[in-house]
């Protein structure tokens, strides 16, 4: 597989994104990296990519407000969203925003180049969910109504900010 043009590579772990960018170019995909949504729009300036893979989490930006903006600059460009806190409700905002697809870390260049492809689609859950898992998705569901403000949420969650904050510590530590 030979990529024509070069896929832009958006994730704030450098690390990542470096080994990423290897086993890519293995494949004969060409990457551009970036670091930061400041890095990513100027590498929309160079030659156009066709494809992006774009982090949830950009140093606790969202990489979904760059993704409409990525998109305003390429509107062919085809975006997979990954994140290593894969919750039901950012996949649809993700998808919703024009992600073609979504993806859970870790992930193999396989499962990404597939990612690409039309008809794959998301595996976001293989069994039913469990009771933490629903209560953390109601929590990113309304977190997400509320831009991330986490005492709008606890407000809206009726729920003590403290306590908020705890749960999703907790959850950050349980799945990183």
């Known amino acids: 597989m030979t ?3 070069p896929w832009l590579l958006v994730d704030d772990d450098e690390a990542f994104a470096t080994v990423l ?5 293995r494949r004969g995909v060409e990457t551009v990296l970036a670091h930061t949504p400041e890095q990513a729009l100027a590498a929309m300036a160079g030659p156009v990519p066709a494809r ?7 140093a606790g930006d969202s990489g979904l407000h760059l993704l409409p903006e990525l998109l305003a600059r390429n509107p062919a460009l085809d975006v997979v969203v ?24 870790p992930v193999t260049v396989d499962q990404l180049l597939a990612a690409f492809e039309p008809e794959t689609m998301p595996d976001l859950r293989p069994a039913p969910p469990s009771v933490e898992e629903l209560e953390w998705e109601h ?38």
């Open 21 to 25: 960018g290897r086993a890519l170019a």
């Open 82 to 105: 990954l994140t290593g806190y894969g919750s039901i409700a950012t996949a649809v905002d993700a998808m919703r925003r024009g992600a073609v697809n979504y993806l859970c870390k």
């Open 139 to 176: 929590i990113q569901r309304v977190l997400g109504e509320h831009d991330g403000n986490v005492s709008a949420t606890a407000r809206a969650l009726n729920m003590h900010r403290r306590t908020l904050q705890r749960k999703l510590q907790k959850r950050s530590r349980w799945r990183g």
């Open 52 to 58: 992006c893979v774009l982090d949830l989490n950009l």
């Open 3 to 5: 990529e024509a043009t």
